[in-house]
């Protein structure tokens, strides 16, 4: 030891230094702990990929339903009932077939996880072979020449740890943090250039090419004098990129109906559950009939409190909502504008110069950006001025921020007590002999309780993440995985890293210097400055390691229970005998779940942020790491390959994210090494100085990756393609003829259908006597606002006759309980995969009319518009078979005698007509009641009853 270090009052720095080290007990537990946690998670994760490799080719409801449901093009390679026969689908299949097998967002997902295996494994074998000798050989070292007068602690675990090192060996770690930054930002450049040429590709592809979205331009904050498709034109004309003249559709005020919408909902699944229950065995009903409390929301009841029959107050309540639903969709006006609106181009070329021309700006005080797909918006977060966007945000902040400090006292009960026991018997002398006499099952207790608690609450916060990231004005869900995937990590970081392992450290040291001014009679406030709180620091950190690194392992676990999809399978049996499930929980159960990608790329990136903070530290935790990722890569890759689905396909938007939370992680190893050389480095600020380079070299790369690849990553093109600004030639002129964008990008509320109750079929011959309100009647799909009504649809068994009324009921057999009979409808395709193109069908919106009102063709003059109409290529008005338009002085158009369409040209005053050459309506069924909700495996109930029949509207 140098003699500046020897300077102070020995007797104290000694003495500290003693009880820092001399605490055997405490030693051996924190290293029985990480073995038991080491051999407990490699038992456990080894029966529970034998319990897969059982089971598996006996059940592909849960180990392959994406084999089951997917078309053929979506479909992954088939598997054998061999119990290795799902090795050569995994491993065989290439990067390219999975892009259109399961998506680009999955294709990131397993890269990312395949770049973090490689990187940990390259920097394991650095690490160890450079960290391990350095560490182990000084430590003994400093023990044989006796720089302690204590026993040092002989634990392999604490050996292999810097905290008794001093002096110029520190260079070892300056230089190997200079390695490890080469060999992240290696990684991670050679993994971007991936990214941009899948995503190249992707953007490039037949289905994203010929798709709506991907030429439309979302705009939002629309002032007043612009809200309407007139004035979206002249917004996108005012950027002057594209001659090019878009479709534009100006949003509509929805009113109430998304809150009705949602409370019918509700209300119908209440009622499924209900009856569930009460239908159990349909040979023996309960005596007493279910009860319920009226909700908060319905002015009928003054009480709330009272309870009333649960059956007859909610289908009163679902018909009182589906009548409000109809009345106010026959409301809606174009004239109540909205502040947001789309403007569809020809090509995407077109689209995406002028939203790449609009980035950091804002013409007209507008927004401008590519319109995500239809599905993906949050509706309700459009409308929200740019002045409550930031207040939302504040208030988001403000919640997230007080959700962190409220956190800390568990973290920091935890972060003492827990991960260190021998901390919990400094302060109980009860425990302390209890830990002496059974060190070994306290050794269990630290190695799974600290962190399987610590995980537990982690469950629960994206679910509150995504709550307040909407109510920060998020507007589309995939922004909202995004940001929660952030909070997550920022989260994590705080309270797992920087609170729970600085509290650590010191309460470790506050109970050092209580042992101290006990055993030598000093005031606190003499030992205090007499001591180093950087090395205090750095060795309260090489003890918490352990904890780390049994929180690792015990990673390895939760990526087996994953693969074993064994909380699905435990929870159906459990569900199926013990309760109650309704259909259309029965029917959810087999559809591809989807994939948390917010949840699974903060663990991986948390994980990778320990070990590279650790590394130094604790050299073992980069083996674990590389091990878990090891395995986890290759069951992700199974299970995206063929049980989970992605909800929302944002083609590849989490990378720039994660790139930049790896680069994080990297700076936070970085500032490690400086503890360490502040610590115990012998000339620390040569050391130092020679660190400078290390963050300004990662901030560099980082800014060098954003030049180079982001803005071909997001846009097609930038406007340099085509020869004197014209666009080429469409891809699919059909696709095009078919567009409609005040339909496809129209507020969902507008068309969507409303869910019928589902109960089983076995209680069909009960419900009569069960059921008091109407059994039969027109459902009241009124699926248009104010100038479209829906036809009669007309019966497949009688040509020419329309179909019989549906019941409010719809019945579903034990056997058509599977998703394959249900995968076309929006209500369970929307939650397991989308819009339908990957189980093989497309589904559009539930009677959507041809628009009226946002394709029309751009509000200019006649003449230019009469031009345009009557060419072949850009037909006149369509609409589906079934519907008609409504004649209103409140609208824009009314039908012509001769079936096309006329409207009153705002600018000229004259009429015009668009005909419709092709005779759209001739086979139109007469006016009358709505399509009625069918779906596989539904029958309609109307049984004979006395009197007049009531019918249950929506």
Known sequence: ???????????????????????????????????????????????????FLLLRPF????????????????????????????????????????????????????????????????????????????????????????????????????????????????WAFVAVAYVFDIIVCGFLWWTYRAVHRLRRKYLESPEYQNSLHSRTLMIT????????????????????????????????????????????????????????????????????????????????????????????????????????????????????????????????DSAHSVAFAARRKHPKGTTIRLAP????????????????????????????????????????????????????????????TELNKHPQFWAIVQGIAAPALTSLFYYFLPIVFRRLSIKAGDITKTSRERHVTAQLYSFFVFNNLFVFSLFSAVFGMVVMIVNL???????????????????????????????????????????????????????????????????RELINRTAPPPFDYANYYNYFLFYTTVALCFAPLQPITLVVVAFYFSLDSWMKKYLLMYVFCTKNESGGAFWRILFNRMLIGTFLSNCIVALLVIARGSSKWMMLAAMIPLPLGLL????????????????????????????????????????????????????????????????KHLLSEVYRGRLDGDLGD???????????????EHPGKAAAAPAPFEFVSENNMDFENFKNRPEFSDEHGGEGSVYGASISRPDTPGSMFGDSQRGRSTSRDSERTMSNDEPGVTYPAGYHHTPSALREYSPSPDGGLRRLDSDS???????????????????????????TGYTPYSPERDGQQEYFRR
């Open 373 to 432: 797909k239809p599905k993906d918006i949050i509706w309700k977060n459009l409308p929200l001025d740019p002045k409550t966007r930031r207040w939302r945000r504040i208030v988001n902040n403000f919640w997230i921020t007080l959700l962190t400090l409220l956190y800390f006292i568990p973290n920091a009960l935890i972060a003492v007590f827990l991960s260190k026991l021998s901390n919990l018997a400094y302060v109980w002398n009860d425990f302390s």
């Open 909 to 935: 005053g004259v009429p015009y007509q668009i005909h419709d050459d092709r005779n759209l309506l001739s086979g139109a069924a007469p006016m009358g009641s709505q399509t009625p909700r069918h779906g």
């Open 59 to 170: 059940n592909t409801i849960v180990y392959a339903p994406r084999l089951r449901h997917t078309d053929e093009k979506h479909r992954p390679p088939p598997m054998g009932r061999g119990v290795f026969a799902w090795y050569k689908p995994v491993f065989k299949t290439n990067e390219d077939e999975y892009v259109e097998k399961i998506g680009l967002d999955a294709t990131v997902f397993l890269r990312f996880a395949r770049m973090c295996r490689n990187m940990f494994v390259v920097l394991a074998v650095v690490g160890c072979a450079i960290l391990v000798p350095v560490n182990v050989t000084q430590s003994v070292d400093f023990q044989k020449n006796g720089h302690f007068n204590t026993d040092l602690v002989k634990t392999a675990i604490f050996l292999m740890t810097p905290r008794d090192l001093f002096g110029d060996i520190f």
């Open 517 to 583: 001014a006990r055993e030598e009679k000093m005031a606190y406030k003499d030992i205090i400055t007499k001591l180093d709180f950087f090395v205090t620091i750095m060795r309260t950190l090489c003890e918490v390691s352990p904890f780390w690194v049994t929180w690792l392992v015990q990673r390895n676990l939760g990526a087996a229970v994953d693969l074993s999809q064994a909380v699905n399978l435990a929870w159906g049996s459990f569900s199926r005998k013990f309760l109650n499930p309704t259909p």
């Open 700 to 763: 560099a790369f980082k800014f060098y990756c954003k030049n180079a690849y982001d803005n071909s990553l997001k846009y097609y093109t930038k406007g340099e393609t085509g020869k004197g600004g014209e666009a080429p030639t469409p891809i699919d002129k059909e696709s095009r003829r078919r567009d409609r964008v005040a339909v496809r990008f129209g507020h969902p509320a507008l068309y969507q259908k409303l869910t019928v109750p589902m109960v089983h079929e076995k209680s």
């Open 221 to 348: 904050d629309i002032n007043r004098s612009f809200r309407s498709d007139q004035g979206i034109i002249e917004v996108t004309d005012s950027l002057r990129t594209t001659p090019d003249v878009p479709r534009a559709s100006i949003g509509r005020n929805v009113k109430d109906i998304p809150d009705l919408i949602e409370a019918h909902e509700e209300a119908v699944i209440e009622l499924e559950k209900v009856l569930a229950k009460y239908l159990k065995n349909p040979n023996q009903l309960p005596a007493e009939r279910p009860l319920c409390t009226p909700s908060k929301k319905d002015p009928e009841f003054v009480n709330k409190k009272q309870k009333v029959d649960a059956i007859d107050y909610l289908t009163a309540r679902i018909q009182r909502l589906e009548s409000q639903i109809k009345e106010i969709r026959e409301t809606i006006d174009k004239r109540d504008a909205m502040s947001y609106g789309f403007a569809s181009y020809e090509t995407i």
């Open 782 to 796: 009124t699926a248009a606002f104010s100038d479209v009504y829906t036809m009669k649809r007309m019966s497949k």
């Open 1 to 51: 030891m140098s003699n500046s270090l020897l300077s102070r009052d020995e007797s104290v720095e000694k003495k500290f230094e003693q009880l820092l080290s001399n605490n055997p007990l405490g030693a051996q537990v924190s290293q029985d702990s990480v073995l038991i946690a080491i051999g407990t998670s490699l038992a456990i994760t080894a029966a529970i990929f034998l319990i």
